[in-house]
Structures are given as structure tokens and as C-alpha cells.
């Protein structure tokens, strides 16, 4: 059974900080995505990664996978308090690489204070 | 460009009633899949569906059940409702092939009493 796990749970950093989000898969997969999850809202897609070393960046947020490793880390640059979310990571578990079947990580909760 | 849209947004059931829960995909988006999100489980897959077939499965009970509809509009149906049911149940949509995200809706929630 595919497991997905992220830490940390959960981030408190101050504004203008560095911080990454670590999230460890349990089988082989090379389809990842990242989503983020603003309180009582719908989730919204950040990045899909689509291969080993592929690397996404948006603004202050840059994703990266490592299908070797089975590691997958989102960098956050220079935080500011508009990042303050639950970000999750999920690893295509279908057979036809569709997305037509996500295992989600647990989620970090990242709260930026100035 | 409309998002995916769920209805209702909230609903309160008691136990052993049965819920319809409603997903009207993105225009032109032939894959809905829907989620369970609980604090204590977090994100849980329960189907897909691409073109009227269940494509993939997760591991909830056979109470929970869905179809899809030839306009790809999608709805869920869980019978005989238990207090755990309790949850934000979230229909996401897609263009169904390799590497299309998934756009979610704002979800149902559901509580059962």
C-alpha cells in the first residue's frame, strides 16, 4: 500500500525565511503534485512533476522530485504571511498515470508570522 | 471559465438516511474523481470516473457508490449513513490523461448526526 508522508506537520517561520517541505513516498511513482489548501477552501494545484529532477518554480515556491530517492521537496524563498496554508503533497497511484487516483500526504500546516 | 461546482455545500443527515452529493466538472474535463477529507484520515480517494466507467477504486465500503453521467457530470451516493461519514467529500476534475492536474471543487460537507 502506497504511503505518502510529509513533515514537518507543521511550519511556523518568520517572513523573509527559508524553509523546505519534505514529502517521502513508499513505492515507485514519477508523478507527483503539490496542492494548497487556504482554511475552509478547496485545495488548488501548484505544481506536476513529471519526471525525475524535474523542478517547477512559481513565485516563491519551487518544487522538485526525486524519483530515486522517492522525495519530493517544496522550497519556500523569502516567505511572506500570503503563503500562510496547508500544503500538500500527492503521489499518482493509478495505473494509466492519469491522476486518476492520488495518495495524499498528511499535509504541513505553514503559518508565517511578520 | 467556470471551476468545478458541488452541491450542496453543506448538509446535515441522520444515521441510517442515505445522501446524493452533486459534481458538475469543467467544461471539456471527461475525469471526476472524489475525495473524503476527515482531520483524523485527511485526504482519501474513494473513485474515478472517465467517461461513464469507474476507472479506479479506493477502499471505502460498498455504502459509498457513484456514477457519471454522458455530460461528465458526477454524483455520489452514500447509503445507510454512519456518524464516521462525517466529512468535506471534494469532486475534482480533470482532462483525464497523463499529467492533467486535478481541479477540485469547494466541496460538500456533510455531517451526520
Known amino acids: 500500500e502506497l504511503k505518502v508522508e510529509q513533515n514537518p506537520l507543521f511550519l511556523s517561520m518568520q517572513e523573509g525565511k527559508n524553509y523546505t517541505i519534505y514529502c517521502n513516498y513508499s513505492?515507485?511513482?514519477?508523478?507527483l503534485y503539490w496542492y494548497r489548501q487556504d482554511p475552509g477552501k478547496s485545495l488548488e494545484s501548484l505544481f506536476v512533476?513529471?519526471?525525475?529532477?524535474a523542478v517547477k518554480q512559481e513565485g516563491r515556491l519551487m518544487a522538485s522530485l526525486d524519483t530515486k530517492a522517492r522525495l519530493s521537496t517544496l522550497h519556500i524563498t523569502a516567505a511572506v504571511h500570503d503563503l500562510s496554508a496547508t500544503y500538500f503533497c500527492?503521489?499518482?497511484?493509478?495505473?494509466?498515470?492519469?491522476?486518476?487516483?492520488?495518495?495524499f500526504g498528511t499535509g504541513t500546516r505553514l503559518q508565517v508570522t511578520l | 471559465k467556470a471551476g468545478v461546482t458541488q452541491t450542496p455545500r453543506y448538509l446535515i443527515k441522520t444515521r441510517g438516511q442515505q445522501v446524493t452529493l452533486s459534481c458538475s466538472p469543467i467544461?471539456?474535463?471527461?475525469?471526476v474523481s472524489w475525495y473524503q477529507q476527515t482531520p483524523g484520515q485527511g485526504l482519501q480517494f474513494l473513485f474515478e470516473?472517465?467517461?461513464?466507467?469507474?476507472?479506479n477504486k479506493g477502499n471505502f465500503p460498498g455504502r459509498f457508490s457513484g456514477r457519471q453521467f454522458s455530460n461528465s457530470r458526477s454524483e455520489m451516493n452514500v447509503s445507510t449513513l454512519e456518524l464516521g461519514d462525517s466529512a468535506l467529500y471534494l469532486c475534482?476534475?480533470?482532462?483525464?490523461?497523463?499529467?492533467?492536474?486535478?481541479?477540485f471543487g469547494n466541496g460538500t460537507r456533510l455531517t451526520v448526526t
Open positions: 475534482a476534475s480533470s482532462f483525464g490523461s497523463s499529467g492533467s492536474p486535478l481541479h
Open positions: 513505492t515507485t511513482s514519477d508523478r
Open positions: 512533476l513529471l519526471s525525475n529532477g
Open positions: 500527492a503521489v499518482d497511484n493509478s495505473s494509466t498515470g492519469t491522476a486518476s487516483k492520488l495518495t
Open positions: 467544461s471539456g474535463h471527461r475525469s
Open positions: 470516473y472517465f467517461s461513464e466507467t469507474q476507472r
